[in-house]
């Protein structure tokens, strides 16, 4: 098992965890299902993120701003199965 397999393993069950803590966590809520999903604006302060209004070119600062509102549970999966496809390409 390559290093990009183990990776991509522990990304992808990060982020199958961080669904299930949060399904756990809407159905908590009495009355009603609320779903909150995190993204790194919300893990990260907002003043380590003030660097990509600074970026020249438009369209990598619009992806970078994309990147980091997507939903976690989502950019930990997409993360997990690249990294899983990365090892498996470069399987020697």
Known sequence: ???????G???CL???LLVAFQAISSV??????VWKSLSLVDVVAAEHLKWIDSIS?????NGIKYIT????YML??????LSILLGVLTKK
């Open 69 to 72: 509102t997507v939903p976690l």
């Open 57 to 61: 070119w438009i369209s990598i600062q």
């Open 28 to 33: 908590m809520t009495p009355g009603e299902i």
């Open 1 to 7: 098992m390559s290093k990009f397999n183990m990776l």
């Open 9 to 11: 393993g522990i990304l």
């Open 76 to 81: 930990l999966l997409c993360c997990g199965f």
């Open 14 to 16: 990060g982020g199958l």
